[in-house]
């Protein structure tokens, strides 16, 4: 039996043993399933299954799987489009919330992001599997990747329903906890490319090889309690954080700053938005401003807010109505958020579609 909880810290055994056998079960009926349809294609694994490192949660003293089940779908080469976008409709049909991506397999090339990083730890086992993939040189993971994923913990944070108008948006939970915990994590994760630039486990958070550069911005503590929070999900006494400060702090690095300097990304931040950008790294820029303000003195928020204005103002390839209302907001409406994170929403799904499209070569399902 697989263990897919090998990189796992605080899993036990015994509940390590229970969750493997109801996936084993599952995937044994996804598999029966599929190979009845007739189609060319491979399944696999990707997320924290692929890296061995899932999250549970406690129910009625029964342990279930917590993290999403992340899977890519590879199709052969020889299917046009249109069989390409069938496969992806059967498979979402039938695995209904898990995130399924489809890509030819000549496409393989052309995928980047941290979640072809995931696929790669899987193309040597799949879940089902049409034909032989012998070698398939998906591209590197950069430092780029870890700073989108964390640019999509900020803004899974920042549009949760409970945190602005209540509104449903692109989120991963119901509990904002969660993504504190995953935006606490995955900023941190960010400061260890430098020293790891393969597969960065949240184990490797802990490891003494690396630990000094996250020590700086959590006690190793702290972060040990939050790993343990993600692992065996609990949203109870989660250990209150300055986030903005934090991510102030953790996102340093990837623009070569240094913590001690960390007062330096503001001025960055003006900077950057004096330029005209593209609609991917505007929303990003504009991410980093919403959060590094929060809990911000009034008139700091201010300054934020008048960047955010600026990149707006320039950003290079959208040109939404609900920009220009922005614009009109006066300076104090940023003090809260709500009507920036209200009129950003539209902009927000642009932005998933166009990394998506990046990140999947091109071809979106």
């Not at 009926?29 to 399944?43: D, H, Q």
């Not at 899932?54 to 299917?79: H, Q, T």
Request: net charge negative.
């Amino acid at each position: 039996m697989k263990n897919y909880f090998e990189n796992s810290l605080f899993i036990s055994q015994r509940i390590a043993k229970q969750v493997n056998l109801r996936l084993e079960h599952n995937f044994l009926a996804i598999k029966e399933e599929v190979s009845s349809w007739g189609n060319s294609f491979n399944l696999y694994l990707t997320g924290s299954l692929s890296r061995k490192e899932p999250s549970i949660r406690v129910i009625n003293d029964e342990a279930v799987l917590n993290s999403d089940i992340d899977l890519v779908a590879v199709v052969s080469s020889s299917c046009d489009a249109e069989e390409v976008n069938y496969i992806h409709k059967k498979l979402v049909k039938l695995l209904g919330e898990s995130a399924v991506i489809t890509t030819r397999a000549d496409k393989l090339p052309l995928l980047q992001s941290c979640f072809a990083r995931d696929l790669e730890l899987s193309l040597s086992n799949p879940l089902y599997e049409c034909f032989l993939i012998k070698e398939a040189p998906l591209q590197t993971v950069q430092f780029e990747h870890y700073y989108e994923t964390t640019i999509h913990q900020i803004s899974c944070y920042l549009f949760h329903p409970s945190f602005n108008m209540g509104e449903k948006g692109v989120y991963i939970r119901s509990e904002h906890t969660y993504h504190t915990i995953k935006l606490v994590l995955e900023s941190l994760k960010l400061n260890l490319f430098p020293y790891k630039k393969t597969v960065i486990l949240y184990k490797d958070l802990l490891d003494k090889t690396f630990s000094d550069s996250v020590q700086e911005i959590l006690p190793l503590d702290t972060i040990k309690q939050f790993i343990l929070k993600r692992e065996i999900f609990n949203p109870k006494d989660l250990q209150e954080i300055n986030i903005g400060n934090l991510i102030e702090r953790a996102i340093c690095p990837y623009f070569g700053i240094p913590f001690s300097e960390s007062c330096r990304l503001v001025e960055l931040l003006e900077y950057q938005s004096t330029l005209g950008h593209g609609l991917i790294v505007t929303f990003q820029f504009i991410m980093l401003a919403l959060i590094i303000s929060i809990n911000k003195p009034h008139h700091e928020q201010c300054l934020y807010w008048r960047i955010i204005l600026q990149l707006i103002a320039n950003q290079t390839e959208s040109n939404f109505s609900s920009f220009r209302e922005i614009i009109l907001l006066k300076e104090d409406a940023f003090s809260h958020n709500k009507s920036c994170l209200k009129l950003l929403s539209s902009y927000r799904q642009d932005y998933y579609n166009a990394l998506y499209s990046k990140n999947i070569g091109g071809e979106i399902n």
